[in-house]
């Protein structure tokens, strides 16, 4: 666990530094924190240097009034010349993370070696979403990080996570819960007013693996497949026994994915 302040931004980054070797970054998906790569720390850093830091207005990263997703782009790239990682990093981002990480991709392509994209998708939202997003905010009064992440477990984990990993649930549930509320309902502007990444998939030329959970519901694993044949020479996998948080609910499989793509040991 660690804390750096930016120069250039103002803002204090919480974020985890593990392992020797090739920097390995990882973005963390909404509405939860570093600490969701709890066991991806362990395993990739028996080889690289693993990165996770928390975004804006999450775990332990101060919040930025009117955050976008190009901004928290912008963040991570100066967090990154803060602790002086000016190579091209392997770059992996969950959801919201994934959002971030077709955000650096396509803004500043010289910093990524690889790329991880998982249970993300690259469109914006569609009318429906935004919907749902604005009556969401329209309830903030009422709000708690703890209802937040309660609405969204049914969703975020498949019906066998629910059913036989308690220990799971609670894990994401905690995670959740713990977020700031503030954070989490500048986010969900953020991630209602993204930008359609369709267009800047052509432009990927690195090696690109596309992770998503079979059961993913809510970027599907059809929609990922779509992705991956978007973009170049990428690399598609459907995991097994997994939703929307697939490397919390299988992380075996996950790990074995991510190893065969980095062509390497964990």
Known sequence: MAIIDLPKTGVRIGYDSIGIGPPIVLLHAFPFSREMWRVQLDAFSQSHTVIAPDFPGFGETTFVPGITIEMMADIVVDFLDGLAVIEPVVLGGCSMGGYV????????PERVRKLILIDTKPEADDDTAKANRDKLLAGAATLTPAKVIEDMIPKALCDLTRASKPEIVAQVRRIGAAQPLN????AVKALRDRLDAVPGLAEIRVPTLVIVGEHDAITPAAGAKQTASRIVGSTFVSLPDAGHLSNIENPEAFLAAVAKFLDCAF
């Open 183 to 186: 954070g989490i309902l500048a």
């Open 101 to 108: 990480a077709f955000a650096i991709a396509r803004r500043y």
